[in-house]
């Protein structure tokens, strides 16, 4: 059952169109992450949670260069699908809203196994750690399944839906709930640790670093908690609801709001360092931001992507679709991958803002990307779940130059 916030973020039904989109490009220049940024990125092979790591930075990497993506194999699964699939080893995971959780070969798409369970959905995104698969319900029961063969290990029960993903720093589990509190759970002794209350419903998933987790909701806040303790190091007003996950690169958070803007916020001095609004659309932003290496991207329900720079927060180019976007994009190999309420998949080049491949499927995108051993994870509200190849292929068309203020794609 959706409460206040779905009714808050859903809004009208998502479009499928099957134009593309348009580009616009600011002339200002990047500012390049300086080197000893680098090592503050996750390296990401396969993907274990919602944005492929503790850190929620939704970028990841390729063991070959990047080429034109190829549909590898598709395949139709029960109910439609709004949480973000995880793949670890070669095994995908990811759940419907009809209450089917499934494990396919990363290979063929086969099934290895599948987990009915009656009058429930699984709408928050899985995490997968040393074998276990963990992952809430919209009833309120956080599960844990054996990765191999589905099998329950043991589930604990909250007081309402769970769409928050989870998380974990190796000891312990972290996830929010819509009864407002923040849980955290021990991994060996499988049970509480902590509980701590928030003053609304809990949809995003807890970042972690420095023995701290990092949570936002619906209480406009983010809030810093230490995970050891269980207490709240500091908050501070983000001025918004907010869906969206914290994205962390060193002491700096990036955020969507739900009051239509994106925030970066020093962490540690409890400060917003900048705040980016488009003052002529001015629409909320329910999907989470991916962090480049000079840019954060930030897609919204303007139907944009947005190209922030990352030290000022001033847009460098913007790329228009043809629906509002829910789906939270994925950076890797200088382009990012962004899944449309059109029914499109996009790949853009990240520093220009050029449509260099899509793809048209059969209904509107709310799950986000995930990208595993080189190919790309998605599914789509009609219940289709896609594989495609991103190395290995033809090759990438070469970005076209764009004059300020010039469209990428002309229609």
Not at 6 to 22: C, F, K, P, Q
Not at 74 to 103: M, R
Not at 146 to 159: F, P, S, V, Y
């Amino acid at each position: 059952m959706r409460t206040l916030i779905l009714s808050l973020l859903a809004g009208s039904t998502l479009l499928t169109v099957s134009l593309l989109g348009i580009s616009y490009w600011n002339s200002t220049s990047a500012v390049t992450a300086k080197k000893e940024e680098a090592t503050l990125f996750t390296k990401v092979l396969d993907w274990t949670s919602f944005r492929g790591g503790d850190l929620l930075q939704g970028r990841a990497d390729l063991s070959k260069p990047l080429t034109k993506p190829k549909l590898r194999w598709a395949k139709p699964l029960k109910g439609p699908i709004e949480g973000t699939a995880a793949s670890v080893n070669g095994v995908v995971y990811v759940g419907t809203l009809d209450g089917v959780f499934y494990a396919l070969s990363l290979k063929d798409g086969e099934q290895i196994w599948k987990k009915s369970i009656e009058n429930v959905g699984f709408a928050a995104s899985p995490l997968i750690y040393k074998g276990v698969v963990y992952v809430g319900d919209d009833f309120g029961t956080f599960h844990a399944f054996n990765a191999k063969d589905g099998k329950k290990l043991w589930e604990i029960q909250t007081d309402a839906e769970i769409y928050s993903p989870a998380t974990t720093d190796g000891k312990n589990l972290l996830f929010g709930s819509y009864d407002g509190y923040l849980y955290c759970l021990d991994i060996k002794k499988r049970e509480q640790r902590w509980k701590i209350e928030t003053d609304g419903q809990l949809h995003s998933s807890p970042a972690i670093i420095d023995g701290k987790t990092f949570v936002t909701g619906c209480d406009q806040k983010l809030r810093i908690i230490d995970i050891q303790s269980g207490k709240e190091a500091g908050s501070m007003e983000l001025g918004g609801h907010t869906a969206a996950s914290p994205a962390i690169l060193g002491d700096k958070i990036y955020i969507g709001t739900m009051s239509n803007q994106v925030l970066s916020v020093d962490w540690k001095k409890l400060e917003v360092e900048w705040r980016f609004e488009d003052q002529k659309r001015r629409f909320p932003f329910y999907a989470s931001c991916a962090i480049g290496d000079s840019f954060v991207y930030a897609a919204g329900r303007d139907k944009t992507v947005h190209a922030l720079d990352i030290k000022t927060g001033q847009r460098k180019w913007f790329y228009r679709t043809r629906a509002r976007i829910e789906s939270s994009p994925v950076y890797l190999s200088n382009s990012v991958i962004v899944a449309g309420g059109d029914g499109n998949l996009y790949l853009l080049d990240a520093e220009k803002g050029t449509n260099r491949w899509s793809y048209k499927s059969g209904s509107s995108f709310m799950a986000s990307p995930a990208v595993a051993r080189d190919r790309l994870l998605i599914g789509d509200e009609d219940g289709k779940f896609y594989c495609f190849d991103l190395v290995g292929g033809e090759k990438l068309e070469t970005p076209k130059s764009i004059e300020p203020g010039k469209k990428s794609d002309k229609k």
